[in-house]
């Protein structure tokens, strides 16, 4: 069996925001937003991440899609950090990796049809320029994500939620990509409608083995698409592996409590929140003030992935 081909992958990242100024804008206070995560994305496989809001999943994904820079540690596309790119590897590395957003309202230009939104990148990429072969282009995207050829000329206000969605895949698929990093792209939509947008990424993975990092809150979307999980919580990962180990046979009190909060899970596990006296450690496990199975040692544990499996880890000193 073959290695499977690794696309991008992050070393060790870090992002630190300022949150509070002193004197002169010197930097009195920071909000570590990733601390230390590495991951790895390999050809043709979805990556799903989840964890609570706050918990640093958007903000790996744009660092991934080099929207924000890390702080600290490395992205890497093809073996390469993206900072050592020729430009011309850069702008392969641009084309590969598309975004999917979680608001298409929000990442659509309402003045502008749907034939343009979805043919921008290919007119800017040299692929197609005139107005007709755009139009052409702009038809069989929207075929591609089972959208009607009326659909070409409206504007996006005159568009579903859901349809919106499938305008802003088309344009993200158009020019191909190797990944294509999603972010609570079904959060906004009905449940129904979810369904719909799970199976349509479903089925172009199929036709062009795309590789998704798929970040959600939603644990049965992510379980439904992902190949592997990876669970994160205030800017750690704390669990990673397949997605029938990570959500099947969880090692981490965190997983446990996620999972046990979701509805028709049996017996609820009490989930605590952090008391405005009790904040997260500055040594140790962040998740000690809310872990039912916290030791004093769990103060002095270096937060890392242990082995549990080939492929299953997790940051526990409970492993």
């Known amino acids: 069996m073959s290695t499977p081909t690794e696309i991008l992958r992050t070393e060790k990242v870090f992002k630190l925001y300022p949150v509070e100024r002193g004197f002169l804008g010197r930097v009195k206070r920071w909000f ?7 991951i790895r994305l390999f050809h043709g ?4 991440v989840i964890g609570e809001s706050g918990s640093g999943k958007t903000t790996l994904g744009k660092i991934l899609l080099d929207i924000e820079r890390p702080t600290q540690g ?3 596309y093809r073996g390469k950090n993206l900072r050592e790119l020729s430009k011309e590897e850069y702008r392969r590395y641009r084309v590969n990796v598309q975004a999917v957003f979680q608001n298409p309202q929000s990442s659509l230009n309402p003045r502008w049809q749907v034939w343009r939104i979805v043919t921008e ?10 107005r007709e072969e755009l139009i052409e282009r702009g038809r069989e995207l929207l075929s591609l994500v089972h959208l009607s050829e009326e659909t070409l000329f409206k504007y996006p206000h005159q568009l579903s939620g859901g349809q919106k969605q499938r305008v802003a895949i088309a344009r993200a698929v158009a020019l191909k990509p190797e990944v294509i990093v999603a972010d609570e792209p079904t959060s906004a939509l009905d449940v129904s409608v979810q369904a719909q947008i799970v199976n349509l990424f479903l089925e172009l993975q199929e036709r062009f083995s795309t590789s998704y990092l798929f970040i959600s809150h939603s644990i049965p979307v992510v379980e439904a698409v992902s190949d592997r999980v990876a669970v994160m919580y205030r800017g750690y990962i704390v669990e990673e592996g397949k997605t029938e180990e990570v959500l099947g046979r969880p090692a981490h009190p965190y997983t446990e409590l996620l999972l046990s909060s979701l509805p028709g899970a049996g017996s609820k596990k009490s989930f605590p929140e952090l008391s405005e006296t009790e904040e997260t450690p500055e040594t140790g496990c962040p998740f000690y003030p809310r872990c039912p199975k916290r030791k004093k040692e769990c103060l002095d544990f270096n937060v890392e992935l242990r082995e549990i499996t080939e492929t299953h880890r997790a ?5």
């Open 315 to 319: 940051a526990c000193i409970l492993v």
């Open 74 to 76: 490395r992205v890497l």
């Open 32 to 38: 570590s937003a990733l601390n230390g995560v590495s």
């Open 45 to 48: 496989e979805t990556l799903g």
């Open 121 to 130: 990148g290919l007119k800017i990429n040299g692929i197609a320029r005139k």
